[in-house]
């Protein structure tokens, strides 16, 4: 089975937002996402 790792500088720039982020401010959700995954949602 190969892994496919595309995602990994959009995961990088995510941290990097909330880093930049004031101390007082939260990040409650946050999803990263292939754009051309067929059947979002379903599975």
Do not use: C, I, Q, W
């Amino acid at each position: 089975m190969e892994l496919h790792l595309g995602g990994v500088k959009a995961v990088g720039d995510a941290v990097a937002y909330m880093a930049s982020l004031p101390l007082d401010a939260n990040v409650l959700f946050m999803t990263v996402m292939a754009t051309k995954m067929p059947f979002v949602g379903r599975g």
